[in-house]
């Protein structure tokens, strides 16, 4: 019997720290939602708007590669241009990009063979590479695997117009591109990233970035060192919003939401990748990490359910459950559909609640062991999250 009560109190106590995140996501979204705004109301007109670089890594063919590059030529924005780089000259991406280079001849674009990165982190050489030839002050960030409306540099650039601000960083839904577990990752991007983000940046502010697109200014990027800095971390986003807050910047939260996309995965894929990230999470924010163990609902609710139900309160059970799955809907309906607008949280409500258990059997595996695979590199983190290069394979293998 005491391990019943035990499991009973643990119970409680994970009942009650989700419930109190879930109204500091609210007041999160309350708030992002009011700054957008705000953001959209004070726009600043072409004349007023400055040039950019737009800079792109690429590594193999990734799904909706051609749509999600594309999207980058079709911006509702008066000057700018874009720099791919790729690790090999015969890397299949780089086919893909010369093709819609070649449709869009009217905005500059070039493209950089870098060769195999010397540093643990690859799309920081990348970002180095092609900061060193980009030939405007603003740098926008992202990765390949994301697709962006028409206005996503008329809405993203603008607050990089202040000195203050070192660097601007945006929320992201998942676009599931085909399959259930793929989709599992997908909603986990909309709902559950982006809860997190949204109650780091009211509680705190944001101290860190989101990779899927990170705006800085060359200046504010040199005031760390430069990219070289990020080379031995695994979480390159997170620690270059970390460095620039630090270097006395503000980072701001743009009202702006991408769409990241995700490829067709089996479980065994798609459980891997969730690992790698949450380990990269654990050694980037070891207390952070640690505290995230609270913030789940649905594991607690089913512990309640069979801890009751074996003292004999069966009732008390099925309202411990009902409980959190009323949590994760609200969460799912006020995150991933009030926020980040990703249709499928307000079609498919009950994916977010099996996306909440999966995330806690993620969060335990993230302590289970220090080492990591990444483009089929092995990698071994280390704590504050630099990474130590175990084993380099000779092959690539599409990012992830």
């Not at 270059?240 to 743009?254: P, Q």
């Not at 952070?288 to 004999?312: K, N």
């Amino acid at each position: 019997m005491p391990v019943l009560y035990l499991a009973l109190g643990l119970t409680i106590l994970g009942m009650v720290s989700s419930a109190i995140f879930l109204i500091l996501v609210l007041l999160g979204a309350k708030r992002f939602r009011r700054d957008a705004r705000r953001s959209l109301a004070s726009l600043p007109d072409d004349a007023h708007l400055p040039p950019v670089s737009v800079l792109k890594p690429v590594h193999g063919r990734e799904a909706r590669l051609k749509e999600n590059i594309e999207s980058f030529f079709r911006q509702d924005y008066p000057q700018y241009e874009v720099l791919f780089a790729a690790d090999e000259a015969d890397d299949p991406a780089l086919a893909v990009v010369r093709e819609v280079c070649t449709r869009h001849p009217q905005i500059p674009s070039r493209i950089l063979v870098t060769g195999r990165p010397p540093w643990p982190n690859p799309p920081a050489y990348s970002f180095h590479c092609m900061t060193e030839v980009a030939a405007h002050e603003i740098l926008v960030t992202s990765d390949s695997d994301v697709e962006v409306s028409p206005r996503y540099l008329r809405e993203v650039v603008p607050p990089l117009l202040d000195p203050k601000v070192g660097m601007v960083t945006c929320l992201y839904r998942g676009k599931n591109a085909g399959g259930f577990w793929s989709g599992l990752d997908a909603i986990g991007m909309s709902v559950e990233m982006t809860a997190g983000v949204l109650v780091a940046n009211l509680l705190e502010g944001m101290k860190f970035g989101l990779g899927p697109t990170i705006a800085v200014r060359k200046d504010s990027v040199a005031s760390i060192g430069g990219y070289r800095v990020l080379g031995e971390y695994f979480s390159n986003d997170f620690v270059i919003g970390n460095f620039i807050e630090k270097a006395g910047y503000r980072v701001v939260l743009s009202g702006h939401v991408i769409d990241h996309v995700v490829p067709p995965m089996s479980f065994r894929r798609m459980w891997e990748r969730q690992v790698r990230w949450a380990k990269g999470t654990a050694y980037s924010r070891p207390k952070g990490h640690l505290g995230t163990g609270l913030i789940f609902a649905m594991p607690y609710g089913f512990l309640g359910l069979l801890a009751a139900g074996v003292m004999g309160y069966p009732l008390l059970g099925a309202l411990l459950l009902g409980g959190a799955l009323v949590n994760r809907l609200v969460e799912a309906r006020v995150v991933g559909w009030g926020v980040v607008r990703d249709p499928r949280a307000r079609r498919y409500p009950w994916l977010y609640p099996v996306r909440d258990l999966l995330g806690f059997l993620v969060w335990c595996a993230s302590y289970l062991s220090r080492r990591a695979v990444w483009r089929d590199n092995r990698y071994e983190l280390l704590a504050g999250g630099r990474i130590v290069l175990r084993q380099s394979s000779p092959e690539s293998s599409p990012k992830e």
